[in-house]
């Protein structure tokens, strides 16, 4: 996932409109001893850079179809329990994306985890399809098309959707041209079919879970796959399920949760505690709002120089920073410092790095694969150009984007397979822990998780702003309950909140 974390540039590569429900529920594929594949040996060796942590490589089937058919690799990861005595099993982190990689989620939380567990897990994770150490695919983008503010799909100025329309074309067709069946892989459920051989390598009968961002998806797909194989399972900043919204409904229900999430960082930013940091936007909170919103439209009809060469100052690149500033509380200096250099003239404003240069072609081709392999998408434009239309006024800080065209639009071989309903059909062994101004992955949505899950879930709700919840925000009270069910198997007994 990055200090902008890769969840928080997939989450956006959705589009809102109205579709057919794809309501099946997905059997799972078979697996070893019944005609699956064979699950493979994993030869553990030290991982480069990272002080006790172990690497392998998972073969996995290209298509569980077709079980002894083409392989295709994992990089899988393992921290080994500190304390052999206390082992109860294996906990598996599950990264966010679609993008990110759970052999440097280990590195960036194993020690953090490590100290909670007390020695009660080995922990281990993987680089899902297309990420990391495992087998990848490239749609051969151009390093425009590759740029974060491309990427998503950021109307023009007065809402005007055509350039997206014909970049969205043109990637589709580029990923169909170069993606190959590699890319076509990409997908939720085979992310689950692939854990779940993962766990036959481990030798384990169940694994507990700890799933954040896109990987609450990807967590409840898997529980509710292989629901005898979930031990304690925590499903963190969670995703709405439905799955007639899979991809582009969780970026339409984010421009809602950019207007909830908007306040703190308009508190933020019109504290006199920021004056002498020269990071004080305004004198109140309610000025903040206007005046973030006339600079965008400012930059929109004028762009400005940047210290990157020919990468201007956009508006839409100020509203794509404030997508990303609002995500947590430690990037709201970045934010109001580049309000601050777009109002001085004569001031070149510096580019945050997920701006200034473009994304890796293999991050961008995963990122677009699992989006758009996961549903069908609408086909007609004059839906987007409605959408947008509608959006814009009633979201102005997101400005169309979360419900605009989109590369999945065109996708030409539509989804791969129907997406799985999530049921409260399995054991009442799953927490779930949502910040309750979440941008990224709001509230709303997390409910319709909840909802679904029925009384095989607790939730716990946190009264704070921004995404991703455990050992991220400095909830103590959210830290402890986590912690507590994943060692104890204590859960709430009705659904509950953390205060601030």
Not at 256 to 276: I, L, Y
Request: a neutral charge; one cysteine or more; charged letters at 20%.
């Amino acid at each position: 996932m990055t200090t902008y974390r890769n969840r928080s540039l997939a989450v956006t590569l959705s589009a809102a409109a109205v579709a057919t429900a794809l309501t099946a529920t997905v059997a799972p594929t078979a697996h070893a001893g019944t005609g699956g594949p064979e699950v493979p040996e994993l030869d553990w060796t030290s991982c480069a850079g990272a002080g006790g942590q172990e690497c392998a490589q998972l073969p996995v089937p290209l298509d569980y179809r077709h079980p002894d058919g083409p392989t295709v690799t994992l990089a899988v990861t393992r921290l080994r329990s500190d304390d052999p005595d206390k082992r109860r099993g294996v906990l598996l982190a599950i990264p966010g994306g679609p993008g990110g990689s759970g052999v440097g989620l280990l590195k960036e939380k194993g020690d953090a985890l490590r100290k909670q567990m007390a020695g009660a897990y080995d922990i281990v994770s993987l680089d899902p399809r297309g990420v990391g150490g495992s087998t990848k695919a490239s749609c051969e983008l151009t390093p425009d098309d590759r740029m974060l503010v491309n990427v998503r799909s950021w109307p023009g100025a007065g809402g005007d959707i055509s350039a997206n329309t014909a970049r969205s074309r043109r990637v589709a067709d580029a990923c169909h041209r170069n993606g190959g069946e590699v890319l076509r892989s990409f997908t939720t459920l085979n992310e689950a079919r692939d854990i779940d051989l993962f766990r036959q390598a481990l030798g384990e009968r169940k694994l507990s879970g700890w799933g954040t961002s896109y990987g609450t998806y990807a967590g409840a797909v898997y529980a509710q796959l292989f629901p005898q194989h979930t031990d304690r399972w925590v499903l963190d900043s969670n995703d709405d399920p439905n799955p007639s919204r899979v991809g582009r409904g969780w970026l339409a229900n984010a421009a809602q949760g950019t207007e909830d999430r908007f306040p703190d960082f308009a508190a933020w930013a019109s504290d006199p505690a920021q004056e002498a940091k020269g990071l004080r936007l305004a004198e109140r909170a309610e000025d903040v709002r206007p005046l973030v919103l006339g600079l965008a439209a400012k930059l929109d009809a004028a762009p400005k120089k940047t210290t990157t060469k020919d990468v201007p100052l956009t508006g839409n690149m100020l509203r794509q920073t404030l997508q990303i500033a609002l995500m947590s509380d430690d990037s709201f200096p970045m934010m109001a410092k580049l309000v601050k250099d777009a109002q001085d003239p004569t001031a070149t404003p510096a580019l945050p790095p997920f701006l200034a240069q473009p994304l890796s072609d293999e991050a961008v081709a995963v990122m677009f694969g699992v989006v758009c392999n996961d549903v069908s998408w609408p086909t007609q434009v004059s839906s987007y150009e409605q959408a947008v239309a509608a959006d814009r006024a009633r979201h102005p800080l997101t400005a169309g984007m979360p419900v605009n065209v989109t590369p999945c639009t065109f996708w030409q071989d539509g989804a791969a397979e129907k997406p799985a309903r999530i049921t409260a059909d399995g054991p009442s062994n799953v927490l779930l822990i949502q910040n309750r101004r979440d941008p990224a992955s709001p509230y709303s949505g997390a409910l319709k998780l909840r909802q679904a899950l029925g009384d095989r879930a607790r939730m716990v709700t946190v009264e704070h702003g921004g995404h991703e919840v455990y050992l991220a925000n400095g909830n103590p009270c959210a830290d402890r309950t986590v912690t507590t069910f994943l060692t104890t198997g204590q859960r709430p007994e009705q659904d509950t909140v953390c205060p601030n």
